[in-house]
């Protein structure tokens, strides 16, 4: 799916079912996940956020983006990603599946991660970094936990920078320092092998979406 025809009828695709606003509005019931794939399969099911230059064969922007998309695709455990070639021959079912696993494994992602948390000389903490090897990082905040978790130290309106898959940044929307951390997630998109955009992103319990980027060349 391209940023052209991303806006379609959702009745063109199953994909539809990846639009953000599900993932954060639906009301869920989150038992403990029951992966019963886990040590079974060499690779699992995975929404990822990535580039708009990947050009993954199914994908879609994320709202109010130029360059960060969602696509599904099948993991590797060490890591390794590859996108889903088409969706021909998959129902509706594969398509719940495949994204309720994800986000199971997402949120069992996230109660593992244990954030940096970057304090000012009071003591305040100003901003949170998530980082990890699991490609996945990013697909956190996709994860009603998320939300949950970071509102509770910033406030209900969180701004995110995604300058890779496997690692984010979290701030307060009001009285933010993201100009001093700039050069950092700059330098942090510039040299990862699994780089996703320069954009920020605003997340609420509205949903997600970009607000900006911290690119001065990107003509926003």
């Known amino acids: 799916m391209s940023q052209q025809n ?5 009745e063109r695709t199953h994909f539809h079912l990846l639009k953000v606003a599900l ?11 029951s992966l019963h794939a886990v040590g079974t399969n060499s690779s699992y099911p995975g929404i990822l956020l990535g580039g708009a230059f990947e050009r993954p064969p ?3 922007f994320l709202e109010g983006s130029r360059h960060t998309i969602l696509f599904p695709a099948r993991i590797t455990e060490n890591g390794v990603s590859e996108p889903l070639a088409s969706e021909s021959g998959l129902n509706a079912k594969y ?5 309720r696993e994800s986000l199971e494994r997402a949120s069992l992602l996230l109660a593992t991660l244990d954030p940096l948390m970057v304090r000012d000389r009071a003591g305040v903490i100003q901003m949170a970094v998530l980082s990890s090897d699991n490609p996945m990082v990013a697909s956190c905040i996709l994860t009603h936990g998320f939300l949950q978790r970071f509102s509770a130290i910033f406030g209900p309106e969180l ?3 995604i300058p890779s898959r496997n690692k984010i ?7 933010n320092r993201i100009a001093s951390a700039i050069p950092t997630i700059h330098d942090d998109h510039l040299i990862s092998p699994m780089p996703v955009s320069s954009e920020i992103f605003e997340l609420s319990a509205k949903g997600l979406h970009s607000v900006g980027t911290l690119d001065p060349d990107d003509g926003r």
Not at 6 to 10: L, Q
Not at 95 to 99: E, M
């Open 6 to 10: 991303a806006t379609a009828p959702i």
């Open 23 to 33: 993932f954060l509005m639906t009301s869920l019931t989150w038992n403990t996940p």
């Open 58 to 60: 199914i994908h879609r």
């Open 95 to 99: 398509w719940d599946n495949f994204i």
């Open 159 to 161: 701004l995110i920078a």
């Open 169 to 175: 940044y979290v701030f307060p929307k009001l009285a």
